[in-house]
């Protein structure tokens, strides 16, 4: 009896242990919001859009959503809690109208070269050319996570797209990736992700391959509450296809939409125990789009034959970012240095050409 009596306070002293580790240790959350372009994050709605009636049914009624004078007020009308509280608080890169630059390094310029780059830190041309469903032959920095003795078992993964799981690499990483039109992932699921469910399955499909980013947003949001994971990634998708779609009045309010989504997480980790001043939060896109000013239409689009959509942006937020505002100084960074920046915050060897972003607290 003795010997079992110590087995177990041994066995309820290691998790013991684990539990403060974990709650000790630092939390991400990692966003990324499909093809939204710089300029509208930098400038709110577009002059060159947001009256031509090719892409907007009402603009009247846009007018008054989101058009002000000046650029400072239309982006703080678009995306109130960036500008309101994020670029007070955070650091936000890649207002080229300041020199300021973002750019990815991979030359295919959509999605899961994007999202590749962005999560191992490295291009890889060669072997991720398409959108086609195929496993990641590369390591995602939630794999890492996820294989690592701090963070095993604490990395979550939600996306509208349902390609995520391949990018992921799912079934080698051990990330757990609710996409598409996934259900609750969770062994017990909440009330409000059994509700999910239901209302997901009853609500009509505008694209085949990706839901609508508030069942994404909220199936996230009940993982933070309930299954508490140190390592999230939320990957909001309607900005680029209602781009894509050639409707620019439902990507304003997609990308409004979204401002209110990153601010209910961070209400929600700003009072909550468990990430309450432990946790960071990361926010990019995987490519930008055409200008659209001798091209009308080219704002739709990216690829390599749109020279623009190379371009991107970088946001940091809580814990260990530097509260330097938005960067207004002649600076050039690359996608490339997101994944090494996650890897810092989180203390993970990780291997990339490229440092980590200068926007970390020493």
Do not use: C
Not at 259 to 282: A, G, R
Not at 294 to 315: C, K, L, V, Y
Not at 330 to 344: L, R
């Amino acid at each position: 009896m003795k010997s079992i009596f110590k087995v177990s306070i041994v066995v309820i002293a290691f998790f013991a242990i684990q539990q403060v580790k974990s709650q000790n240790s630092d939390k991400i959350i990692v966003i990324t919001i499909d093809g939204l372009r710089w300029q509208e994050l930098f400038g709110g709605a577009d002059s060159l859009l947001i009256n031509n009636k090719q892409f907007v049914n009402n603009p009247e009624e846009l007018n008054e959503l989101f058009w002000a004078d000046s650029e400072k007020e239309r982006r703080e009308s678009l995306l109130p809690f960036l500008w309101n509280y994020v670029a007070k608080n955070g650091a936000i890169l890649g207002n080229r109208w300041e020199k300021n630059k973002v750019n990815l390094k991979n030359k295919m310029v959509f999605s899961y070269p994007g999202y590749n780059e962005i999560l191992t830190g490295h291009p890889d041309d060669q072997r991720i050319n398409s959108n086609q469903k195929i496993n990641n032959p590369n390591v995602t920095i939630l794999e890492i996570a996820n294989k690592s003795e701090d963070y095993k078992d604490k990395v979550l993964a939600f996306g509208s797209w349902d390609v995520f799981p391949y990018i992921i690499n799912e079934e080698r990483s051990g990330v757990p990736v609710n996409a598409g039109y996934s259900m609750s992932l969770a062994k017990k699921p909440s009330d409000k992700e059994l509700y999910l469910n239901r209302i997901q399955e009853q609500t009509p499909r505008r694209w085949g391959s990706v839901r609508f980013d508030v069942f994404t947003h909220n199936y996230a949001l009940e993982a933070l509450k309930n299954q508490k994971p140190d390592l999230l990634y939320v990957a909001y998708g309607e900005t680029d296809d209602f781009a894509h779609d050639g409707r620019y009045d439902q990507y304003l309010k997609s990308a409004k939409r979204t401002d209110q989504f990153l601010k209910e997480i961070w209400d929600f980790i700003s009072v909550d125990p468990y990430y309450k001043d432990k946790t960071t939060m990361l926010l990019t896109t995987d490519h930008g789009r055409g200008q659209g000013i001798e091209d009308h239409n080219s704002w739709r689009s990216h690829g390599s034959s749109i020279p623009e959509a190379d371009q991107t942006w970088f946001i940091g937020l809580g814990k260990q970012i530097r509260p330097i505002n938005e960067q207004k100084e002649n600076k050039q960074y690359y996608t490339t240095q997101f994944a090494p920046t996650i890897a810092k915050i989180l203390n993970l060897k990780f291997e990339s050409e490229d440092g980590p972003l200068p926007i970390l607290k020493d």
